[in-house]
């Protein structure tokens, strides 16, 4: 099962030392910041910052995903066909990004993917759906949205609450997410955001600043990243939704805050979707 945890990062508060590995332990297996990846890096020096092209091979057509990015940004992929069988060519599963730490989560998202440094970076990763059986594989084709939360509520008892065009599900023990729906405004691309949720006995708990988001691309690839809420900037997107959670509010009565999420998700997809390949 590719991926079925988010990454979380920061301090936290327990009530206990053995409730706070617990919780720890729970929330390394939904993050992937606080334990993976990130620490697959150099230290800056020496950056390749030659343009490359990968292209990720879809799952449930013959169409492939060009992503042409700096060889820094693209830290790691699983090839498909090895380049000297294929004349260079770089045919890729999987996609591993390196960004700036806030590269997402910034009100304007960049024009570009820079070089980051080990210290400031966070992962991405890029992959193609991959349904188990023919029913996902049409589901997915005709109803991409329809599929996110197949894929994301599986049992009837994960599903929690419905409102403004938006699904609240238990995404894990320690964790909540929502689904937003195809008629909400603004929405052109399939869209979760899990986060932790929350707990009175943590109520100002560090790993809610950190929100992990799928999205589906041209209807046929998975993108995760991560969105950070920044606490000095009470106008930020993601610093509202810590906020509403932080004081334990029902996410779901606040459409508005969503709607930020959704539109600086469509500016990233955006930016993957309308790449081309450098020669």
């Known amino acids: 099962m590719i991926m079925k945890f988010a990454r979380f990062a920061h301090r936290c508060n327990g009530a206990g030392l053995l409730s706070k590995k617990v919780s720890i332990a729970l929330v390394c297996l939904f993050a992937f910041s606080a334990c993976?990846?990130?620490?697959?890096?150099?230290?800056?020096?020496?950056?390749?910052?030659?343009?490359r092209?990968?292209?990720l091979k879809s799952k449930?057509?013959?169409?492939?995903?060009?992503?042409?990015?700096?060889?820094?940004?693209?830290?790691?992929?699983?090839?498909?066909?090895?380049?000297s069988q294929e004349q260079g060519k770089t045919t890729a599963n999987v996609i591993d990004l390196r960004v700036e730490r806030l590269a997402f989560s910034q009100p304007e998202f960049p024009a570009k993917l820079g070089c980051a440094t080990e210290q400031n970076s966070k992962m991405a990763t890029m992959y193609p759906a991959?349904?188990?059986?023919?029913?996902?594989?049409?589901?997915?084709?005709?109803?991409?949205?329809?599929y996110l939360f197949h894929e994301s509520v599986r049992v009837k008892e994960?599903?929690?609450?419905?409102?403004?065009?938006?699904?609240?599900?238990?995404?894990?023990?320690?964790?909540?997410?929502?689904?937003?729906h195809k008629n909400f405004p603004g929405i052109s691309r399939p869209l979760s955001i899990s986060f932790i949720r929350f707990n009175p006995q943590t109520p100002n708990n560090s790993f809610r600043y950190y929100f992990n988001v799928r999205t589906i691309l041209k209807g046929e690839y998975w993108l995760r990243y991560e969105v950070i809420a920044t606490h000095k900037d009470p106008s930020q997107f993601a610093e509202k939704l810590r906020k509403i959670i932080?004081?334990?509010?029902?996410?779901?009565?606040?459409?508005?805050?969503?709607?930020?999420?959704?539109?600086?998700?469509?500016?990233?997809?955006d930016f993957f979707e309308k790449q081309q390949s450098v020669q």
């Not at 013959?62 to 060889?71: F, M, V």
């Open 60 to 83: 449930v057509s013959d169409n492939e995903l060009p992503i042409s990015l700096p060889s820094c940004v693209i830290t790691g992929i699983s090839e498909i066909v090895p380049r």
């Open 36 to 51: 993976g990846k990130e620490q697959v890096s150099d230290k800056g020096e020496n950056m390749d910052k030659t343009m």
């Open 158 to 180: 994960q599903h929690l609450a419905y409102k403004n065009d938006v699904d609240l599900y238990k995404a894990s023990p320690v964790s909540d997410g929502v689904l937003v």
């Open 53 to 55: 092209t990968v292209y």
């Open 130 to 146: 991959s349904p188990l059986s023919e029913q996902e594989k049409q589901l997915l084709k005709t109803d991409p949205f329809a």
């Open 246 to 269: 932080e004081e334990d509010k029902n996410i779901l009565d606040y459409p508005e805050v969503i709607a930020e999420f959704v539109a600086n998700n469509e500016k990233i997809a």
